[in-house]
């Protein structure tokens, strides 16, 4: 099943789309390149906590990889993850809703993470895989170290 079915199930469960609305939001979505749930949204057949919880409910297997500025940090996220914890992990929280966090860290950083996010941050965690310069780019802007901030 490929991710976009898998989007269209998720968000069918939660809104009422109808087969002929997921064929549709896939032709357009193969047209322009966009995201199954921009487009649903943007057609106004959802709401965006519909796209968020179907999209959490996708990064609960194993993680795949994403381009950290295709997707884009969230202040929000960032505030819920203390500056130790974020460099001791390195993991860099991307997007928040309620206790659910996304965070995104290396394919090297992620057994350690995940065995420890959970409890120290008191949220459902998950995760998503970047690569090694994009999370330490992003680390460095919103974690700054001293001696970058003076």
Not at 2 to 7: L, V
Not at 37 to 50: D, F, K, M, R, V
Not at 60 to 80: C, H, K, W, Y
Not at 115 to 121: G, P, T
């Amino acid at each position: 099943m490929n991710q976009s079915s898998r989007m269209g199930q998720l968000l069918g469960a939660m809104v009422p789309l109808s087969a002929l609305d997921i064929e549709e939001i896939l032709i357009e979505q193969r047209r322009t390149k966009r995201r199954f749930g921009q487009i649903a949204l943007g057609w106004g057949l959802c709401e965006p906590q519909h796209v968020w919880h179907a999209w959490f409910s996708q990064l609960d297997g194993e993680p795949r990889m994403f381009n950290l500025s295709d997707i884009g940090i969230d202040t929000q996220a960032v505030a819920s993850c203390p500056r130790d914890v974020a460099l001791m992990y390195n993991v860099m929280p991307v997007r928040r809703m309620g206790l659910q966090l996304v965070v995104a860290t290396t394919p090297a950083h992620l057994p350690a993470a995940r065995r420890v996010l959970n409890d120290k941050l008191g949220m459902d965690v998950r995760f998503i895989l970047c690569a090694d310069e994009q999370v330490a780019r992003a680390l460095a802007t919103y974690y700054p170290t001293l001696a970058q901030v003076g």
